[in-house]
């Protein structure tokens, strides 16, 4: 049920498949050739202290509870579609090559990384976990999180990238849970590699976390708030329709209103209540409010009530349909 090895300053090369273990203990131990766990079941496995000069592989694993990797260096590593069990951390560790961490099978796995160097590329394309978080994490090579599904959550703290990371493709199960610096992380990375798709995605992401710890008193309130209801941070272009078709439709509407009280020299071309039949007419006016720049006639201009609404309405209109053009031509703007 349990296997130790302890304190061994020379393994050429340890091969475990198909095994059973409830713990697995590995502590300061020098493999120089290789080091092979395929197709285990492991309650518990933990390294420490130990340096694997060539390759690590890790296949189609299956880990239990928890399990830790701390103050050790590690040779390639290739865990390809294993399973990482409710909670594995890597700490202090060093990986000297390339590391590849694609087809995770760990939907319930948190992969925890703290204090570690990736020297060489590293992989997390087209795997499933839970959590994944990193902390003061360096990625001297390429870093790929194509195609991860990613459950709950993804998080960088301090972590920095020497080259690019690629994160087309990335799933998030809940977009509530990612926090702005995690946000930046990634929208900094997507900018590096041009994916202007990724980048406006996330982009309008840490607006909108950002709008919604804003209160009612701040200054960058209902700027944000007209942002997301007129195209979704320049994401959504059918919202900058329905945006200006809604402002125009009220506006309008409140100058028939206020239309129907005022003197009749100042009155509109039509009369609301003789006009209801005639729907041309009133889709003909219409469509001259919301397109027009005119002000009408004379007597029209003079009356204060009608010439603010009129004023204010074409401030929303022509927001609402420049909102709408940002949003048509949003992957040309990086």
Do not use: P
């Not at 865990?79 to 202090?92: L, P, V």
């Not at 690019?164 to 900018?191: A, C, H, P, V, Y």
């Not at 020299?265 to 007419?281: G, P, Q, V």
């Not at 204010?312 to 031509?329: D, E, S």
Request: charged fraction near 25%; glycine fraction near 6%; proline fraction near 0%.
């Amino acid at each position: 049920n349990t296997l130790v090895l302890n304190q061994n300053e020379r393994i050429d090369y340890v091969d475990f498949r198909v095994n059973q273990f409830k713990m697995l203990y590995i502590n300061n131990n020098i493999f120089h050739k290789g080091f092979t766990l395929n197709a285990n079941n492991i309650e518990r496995l933990q390294i420490e202290k130990s340096t694997f000069k060539r390759d690590f592989e890790f296949w189609k694993n299956t880990l239990g509870d928890f399990s830790l990797v701390k103050k050790s260096s590690i040779g390639e590593v290739k865990a390809k579609q294993s399973n990482f069990g409710i909670e594995t951390e890597f700490r202090d560790v060093d990986f000297l090559e390339r590391v590849d961490f694609t087809e995770l099978k760990s939907d319930k796995t948190t992969l925890k990384f703290k204090n570690c160097t990736f020297q060489k590329n590293t992989y997390f394309d087209n795997s499933t976990v839970l959590k994944l978080e990193f902390s003061s994490v360096i990625f001297q090579g390429i870093t790929s999180f194509q195609s991860l599904n990613c459950l709950h959550l993804i998080k960088f703290t301090t972590s920095y990238f020497e080259k690019i990371g690629f994160f087309e493709g990335l799933n998030l199960g809940s977009e509530n849970s990612i926090d702005t610096n995690t946000i930046r992380t990634i929208k900094g990375q997507l900018l590096k590699s041009e994916s202007k798709i990724g980048y406006l995605k996330y982009n309008a992401l840490e607006q909108r976390k950002h709008f919604q710890k804003l209160k009612i008193k701040d200054s960058d309130f209902y700027i944000l708030m007209l942002n997301s209801k007129s195209n979704d941070f320049g994401r959504n272009w059918f919202k900058g329709v329905k945006f200006t078709f809604k402002v125009s439709v009220f506006f309008f509407l409140m100058m028939i209103m206020v239309n129907s009280f005022v003197s009749a020299k100042y009155s509109l071309k039509f009369n609301l209540y003789d006009s209801f039949a005639d729907t041309s007419k009133i889709l003909s006016e219409y469509l001259k409010f919301t397109f027009s720049l005119g002000f009408g006639s004379e007597e029209f201009q003079s009356n204060g009530y009608l010439y603010l609404i009129f004023i204010i309405a074409k401030i929303f209109i022509g927001y609402g349909i420049y909102q709408t053009i940002t949003a048509f031509r949003k992957y040309g703007k990086i």
